[in-house]
C-alpha cells in the first residue's frame, strides 16, 4: 500500500465563509466535550477563514466570530434541529442570499439534522460538513441502550440520505472516521458512497508543567461524570483501593459531580462522597470535586497532579485526555478510544511514548480491567521521572496537531473542487502541520468494495444501490417546503 500523500496548501480565490451550526459551545452544564469542542474548532476556524456561529445558548467569547443567536424562548432545545421549518434568516439575523456560505459545518446527530435543514431551506448552494463524535450503538449497547442507539445511528444515517457527492463526512479521530463511513454504506434506499475526512482534535499551545515536589501522596486527578457507568470511575477507584492496600501511597482527585432532578449539586456531592469512602473503605483517600467551567480553576488541578487518567470503558475520542497532554502532565487513557488510536498508531508519535500513556484494558472483563489500571498505575509511580519527560516530549508533538491545524484541513477538505475534477481523492485525513493527506487505506478498501459488487450477480429487481425500498423517513415529520432541496418527509 503506498505512503499517504500530502495534497497542495489550497489558493482560496476569496476566503471561505463557513457557518458552524452549534446549540452550545463553550463550557457548559448541558454540553459536556461537544460544546467544548465546538468553541474550540469555531475559533480555530476564525483565525482563517469568514465565520458565523449560530447557536442557541448564552455565548462565550469567540474572537473574530460573527456569533448568531435564536432566542430559546422561541425555540426550545428540542426543537433545535428543525429551526429552519419554523424560522426564517431574516428571524435569526442571517444573510438571506442563498450563496451567502460555502461551507456549514456541524457534529453529531442533533445538530446534524439543524444544519442539513438550514442548508436545505436556506443556503442550498453550500456544501455540508458532517461530524460524527460518538460511536452511538457501541455506546449505548454498553450502558444497555441499545434501542436507544440504534435511534441515533439511524439520525446520523437520515442525514446521510441528504448529503451529496460535494459533501463530507468527517470523523473526531481514526475509529468515529470508520464509524462515520460504516453508517454510510448502511444508509436506506442504498448505501451512500460520501467523501471522509479524518479530523486530530487540536491540541491548544500552552507552557510545559514541571512535576509537582514535595512530601505528599501520589495524586491521580480525573475529570468525568460519576452517574456515567462508561465513565469507569468505580473501578478506577478499585484499582487505588487495591494499591493502598499494598502500601502505595496513592490519592484521587476526581472533579465533576453534578446535581440531579432531585438533588442540588451540594446534596448529590455528599452522597456520592460517602459512597466512595464506603467503596474504598475509608475517608481520604479519594476526594470528589463538584462539576465547573473555571478554565484556571481546572488548569491549577491538572497541573499540581502526578497522574492525569481517563478511565473510561470508551470513548469516541475523549478530549478530556487531551488537556493534560496539552499541558505536558503525565497521563494514562483507556485502549478503546481515539486519543488511544492516536497515542499508538500514529507515525508522528514515537511508539514507546504512546504505549506508556494508554492502558491496554479493551475486552477485559471488570476484574481484569482493574488489575490492568492497577498495574498500569503503579508503573506510573515507579517510573515518575521518565513518564513526566515523556509527557514533555507529546506535549511538543502535540504542537503539529493545533486548532487551526484541525480547522485548515477541515476546510480543506470540505471545499476539494469534487465537481471539477473526479480524480481527486474522495478520502482524506489531517497530518502534522495541518497538511491534508490522502487517505490511501480508504481509498484501496472503496476500490475494493466496488469491485466487489461488481463481481456479485445482480438479484432479480434489485440494483447495485442495494435492494429495491422505499424512501428513508425523516426523524421528524415535516411537511414539504419551497426552496432549497424540499423537505418532503
Not at 475526512?197 to 475529570?223: C, K, M, N, V, W
Not at 442540588?264 to 462522597?273: A, F, G, K, V, Y
Not at 466512595?276 to 499540581?304: H, N, Y
Request: hydrophobic share 40%.
Amino acid at each position: 500500500m503506498a505512503a499517504d500523500e500530502a495534497l497542495p496548501p489550497p489558493s482560496w480565490e476569496r476566503t471561505p465563509r463557513v457557518l458552524m451550526v452549534a446549540y452550545v459551545s463553550g463550557r457548559h452544564p448541558i454540553g459536556g466535550g461537544v460544546s467544548v469542542f465546538n468553541e474550540h474548532l469555531t475559533n480555530a476556524l476564525a483565525r482563517d477563514f469568514d465565520v458565523t456561529l449560530l447557536m442557541s445558548a448564552p455565548p462565550h467569547e469567540h474572537p473574530g466570530v460573527r456569533v448568531v443567536t435564536v432566542d430559546p424562548e422561541r425555540i426550545a432545545m428540542a426543537d433545535f434541529p428543525r429551526l429552519a421549518l419554523h424560522l426564517t434568516p431574516d428571524d435569526v439575523g442571517l444573510p438571506r442570499d442563498p450563496g451567502a456560505f460555502d461551507l456549514i459545518v456541524s457534529h453529531n446527530e442533533f445538530l446534524g439534522e439543524a444544519a442539513i435543514r438550514v442548508r436545505e431551506e436556506w443556503y442550498p448552494q453550500a456544501r455540508y460538513a458532517h461530524g460524527v463524535h460518538t460511536a452511538a450503538e457501541k455506546y449505548r449497547r454498553l450502558i444497555g441502550e441499545e434501542a436507544l442507539g440504534r435511534q441515533e445511528a439511524d439520525r446520523h444515517r437520515w442525514i446521510m440520505n441528504r448529503m451529496d457527492d460535494r459533501d463530507v463526512v468527517w470523523g473526531v479521530g481514526r475509529p468515529l472516521t470508520d464509524e462515520g463511513l460504516r453508517m454510510a454504506r448502511t444508509v436506506v434506499p442504498g448505501p451512500r458512497h460520501l467523501r471522509s475526512h479524518e479530523l486530530i482534535p487540536g491540541f491548544q499551545t500552552l507552557p510545559g508543567t514541571a512535576p509537582p515536589s514535595g512530601d505528599r501522596p501520589f495524586t491521580i486527578y480525573t475529570i468525568g461524570r460519576l452517574d456515567d457507568p462508561i465513565k469507569g470511575m468505580d473501578q478506577l477507584f478499585e484499582a487505588v483501593r487495591r494499591l493502598r492496600a499494598q502500601g502505595v501511597n496513592v490519592v484521587v482527585r476526581c472533579r465533576g459531580v453534578r446535581g440531579t432532578d432531585t438533588l442540588s449539586q451540594e446534596e448529590n456531592l455528599r452522597i456520592e462522597q460517602r459512597r466512595v469512602d464506603r467503596i474504598m473503605g475509608e475517608a481520604g483517600a479519594v476526594t470528589l470535586l463538584p462539576f465547573t467551567s473555571d478554565v484556571a480553576e481546572l488548569d491549577a488541578e491538572m497541573r499540581q497532579a502526578d497522574l492525569c487518567v481517563m478511565p473510561s470503558l470508551h470513548e469516541g475520542y475523549g478530549l478530556v485526555a487531551v488537556e493534560p497532554l496539552e499541558r505536558g502532565v503525565a497521563g494514562l487513557v483507556n485502549q478503546d478510544s481515539g486519543i488511544a488510536h492516536l497515542l499508538l498508531h500514529h507515525p508522528d508519535v514515537p511508539r514507546e511514548l504512546g504505549r506508556n500513556a494508554v492502558v491496554m484494558d479493551d475486552g477485559l472483563d471488570a476484574n481484569a480491567r482493574v488489575a490492568a489500571w492497577a498495574e498500569a498505575i503503579l508503573a506510573a509511580v515507579r517510573e515518575r521521572a521518565e513518564r513526566w519527560a515523556g509527557a514533555e516530549r507529546l506535549r511538543l508533538v502535540g504542537q503539529r496537531f493545533v486548532w487551526t491545524h484541525s480547522a485548515s484541513a477541515l476546510v480543506h477538505a470540505g471545499l476539494l473542487p469534487v465537481d471539477r475534477d473526479p480524480g481527486l481523492p474522495r478520502h482524506t485525513r489531517q497530518g502534522a502541520d495541518g497538511r491534508l493527506l490522502i487517505a490511501t487505506e480508504r481509498v484501496e478498501a472503496e476500490h475494493a468494495r466496488a469491485q466487489a459488487r461488481l463481481d456479485v450477480p445482480l438479484r432479480r429487481g434489485a440494483s447495485r444501490g442495494g435492494a429495491l425500498r422505499p424512501r428513508a423517513q425523516g426523524p421528524t415529520p415535516g411537511p414539504k417546503r419551497r426552496g432549497g432541496r424540499g423537505a418532503g418527509y
